[in-house]
């Protein structure tokens, strides 16, 4: 699986507020190299 297509998947995914692809400064998704780090200022739903 190709690490920037996952990247993009989860921006793309990731609802905050209700609604998908309006991160903000809420959730930031980084990636270097093989990793990919999500941080929350929210939390997550448990699902």
Request: charged share 30%; proline share 0%.
């Amino acid at each position: 699986m190709d690490i920037a297509s996952l990247e993009k998947f989860l921006q793309e995914r990731i609802k905050v507020g209700g609604k998908t692809g309006a991160l903000g400064d809420a959730v930031a998704i980084s990636r270097e190299k093989n990793n990919i780090t999500v941080t929350s200022d929210n939390r997550f739903s448990k699902r």
